[in-house]
């Protein structure tokens, strides 16, 4: 299988399916000399993890991180760093049934088409418990962003139709509410709507945004490697996600250039701008205003009504899915996202390090 690796220079390997023994992830070109240990990690990890909240899966993992190599004594040694995540809560028995036929909504037939075969287990590599890996690296991503003076923040903006107020947003809500929204009103709501659709054995779907600051302007390629391509890239592979956005994203086709251009001012010296419709990227640069990035996620497909689908056969049949599942992805998928975010800027930033002559020369004189 190939497509499992992400990156230029910062560059992660995921490993791993959802019933196996365990899962990981291999980080190369990370700097040394990085402060690094396992609970740095693990608190974004357990952001992640099923049955942490009467919305998620009732799946029982620990999701503990070990680290297997590239940290001595504290901090990173410049050589790959390995990450285990081992599976202690595998329940395959409650997948065996679906060997037969393709559920609606998932990846069991696009697998066989491709393959032949499949891990009928919970999805195999096609789970969202692929993500631990790309959730482990992106930690490590953070806290080397940090040093730099960039934040990555991520929040759950919807769910089916209840939306975060804006003008009550507040970060730290963000992180202590059952659906990651930043508005504690738009929380209860969505626990209710929530609640409807699971009443009704149903899934719900949502939308996510990311924000970064700090991020200087110059970052991120002209052409093929445009910092916004290379964000909706990841995020879209983040499984579930439909649409990727930049800035005001679908709404800057209604309007007029008037409208939608973000003009340019100068303060104390600084060049600066009167909006940020564009989301902080200009020609797939950053401007250096605040980059904003907004993902829509679909239904979680398991749902526990009736459905019509085939066998391998190509027999029509009906069928009712069991197992555990969460009635919405969002919450859980909210620090996927922000980590994949992080994976790109930084990788962008360490590719920006040799746009300039004067850069080069000025870090091998220093050296030397």
Same mark, same amino acid.
């Given at each position: 299988m190939?497509?499992?690796?992400?990156?230029?220079?910062f560059?992660?390997?995921t490993?791993?399916?959802s019933?196996?023994?365990a899962? *990981?992830? !291999?980080?190369d =070109?990370?700097p &040394?000399?990085l402060? /690094?240990?396992?609970?740095d990690?693990?608190? @974004?990890l357990?952001r992640?993890k099923?049955?942490?909240?009467?919305?998620?899966?009732p799946?029982?993992e620990e999701d503990?991180?070990?680290?297997?190599?590239?940290?001595?004594?504290?901090?990173?040694t410049?050589?790959?760093i390995?990450?285990?995540?081992?599976?202690t809560?595998?329940?395959?028995?409650d997948?065996?049934?679906?060997a037969?036929?393709y559920r609606?909504g998932h990846a069991?037939y696009?697998?066989?088409a491709?393959?032949g075969?499949?891990?009928?287990?919970?999805?195999?590599?096609?789970s969202?418990r692929?993500?631990? *890996?790309r !959730?482990a690296? =992106?930690?490590? &991503?953070c806290?080397? /962003?940090?040093?730099?003076?960039?934040?990555? @923040?991520?929040?759950?903006?919807?769910?089916?139709?209840?939306e975060a107020d804006?003008?009550?947003?507040?970060?730290?809500?963000?992180?202590?509410?059952l659906?990651?929204m930043?508005d504690?009103?738009?929380?209860?709501?969505?626990?209710?709507?929530l609640?409807?659709?699971?009443q009704d054995?149903?899934s719900?779907g949502?939308?996510?945004?990311?924000?970064?600051?700090?991020?200087?302007p110059?970052?991120?390629e002209?052409?093929?490697?445009?910092?916004?391509a290379?964000?909706?890239k990841?995020?879209?592979?983040?499984?579930?996600?439909?649409a !990727?956005e930049?800035g005001?994203?679908c709404?800057v086709s209604?309007?007029?250039g008037?409208?939608?251009?973000?003009e340019f001012?100068?303060?104390?010296?600084v060049?600066v701008?009167?909006?940020?419709h564009?989301g902080?990227?200009?020609?797939?640069?950053?401007?250096?205003d605040?980059?904003?990035?907004?993902?829509?996620?679909?239904?979680?497909?398991?749902i526990?009504?009736?459905?019509?689908?085939?066998?391998r056969?190509?027999?029509?049949?009906?069928?009712?899915?069991?197992?555990?599942?969460?009635?919405?992805?969002?919450?859980?998928?909210?620090?996927v996202?922000e980590?994949m975010?992080?994976l790109?800027?930084?990788d962008?930033?360490l590719?920006n390090?040799s746009?300039?002559?004067?850069d080069?020369?000025?870090?091998?004189?220093f050296?030397?």
């Amino acid at each position: 299988m190939a497509g499992s690796t992400y990156g230029s220079i910062f560059r992660i390997t995921t490993w791993g399916e959802s019933h196996g023994k365990a899962l *990981g992830v !291999v980080i190369d =070109g990370c700097p &040394a000399g990085l402060e /690094l240990t396992e609970e740095d990690i693990q608190r @974004y990890l357990d952001r992640r993890k099923p049955g942490a909240s009467s919305i998620a899966t009732p799946r029982k993992e620990e999701d503990r991180v070990e680290i297997l190599s590239g940290v001595f004594e504290g901090r990173t040694t410049g050589t790959p760093i390995s990450l285990m995540v081992r599976n202690t809560s595998q329940k395959s028995g409650d997948y065996s049934e679906i060997a037969s036929f393709y559920r609606p909504g998932h990846a069991d037939y696009t697998y066989d088409a491709k393959y032949g075969f499949r891990d009928y287990r919970g999805g195999g590599r096609s789970s969202g418990r692929e993500t631990v *890996g790309r !959730v482990a690296a =992106g930690a490590v &991503a953070c806290k080397v /962003l940090e040093r730099l003076g960039v934040t990555v @923040y991520a929040y759950t903006r919807s769910i089916g139709p209840v939306e975060a107020d804006m003008e009550r947003f507040d970060r730290e809500i963000g992180r202590r509410t059952l659906t990651a929204m930043p508005d504690e009103r738009a929380d209860e709501a969505a626990l209710r709507y929530l609640e409807e659709a699971r009443q009704d054995r149903d899934s719900v779907g949502g939308c996510m945004e990311c924000l970064v600051e700090g991020l200087p302007p110059g970052i991120g390629e002209p052409v093929f490697d445009k910092l916004d391509a290379n964000l909706a890239k990841a995020i879209m592979s983040i499984g579930a996600v439909k649409a !990727v956005e930049i800035g005001d994203g679908c709404r800057v086709s209604a309007r007029r250039g008037s409208e939608n251009n973000d003009e340019f001012h100068g303060r104390d010296g600084v060049i600066v701008k009167a909006s940020n419709h564009g989301g902080g990227i200009l020609g797939g640069i950053s401007d250096g205003d605040r980059l904003v990035v907004r993902a829509h996620v679909k239904p979680t497909p398991s749902i526990f009504r009736t459905q019509k689908t085939v066998n391998r056969g190509g027999e029509e049949i009906e069928i009712n899915i069991r197992g555990r599942h969460d009635p919405v992805i969002v919450p859980r998928a909210v620090v996927v996202m922000e980590c994949m975010t992080a994976l790109t800027v930084l990788d962008a930033m360490l590719m920006n390090m040799s746009a300039r002559m004067p850069d080069i020369e000025t870090f091998y004189r220093f050296r030397e």
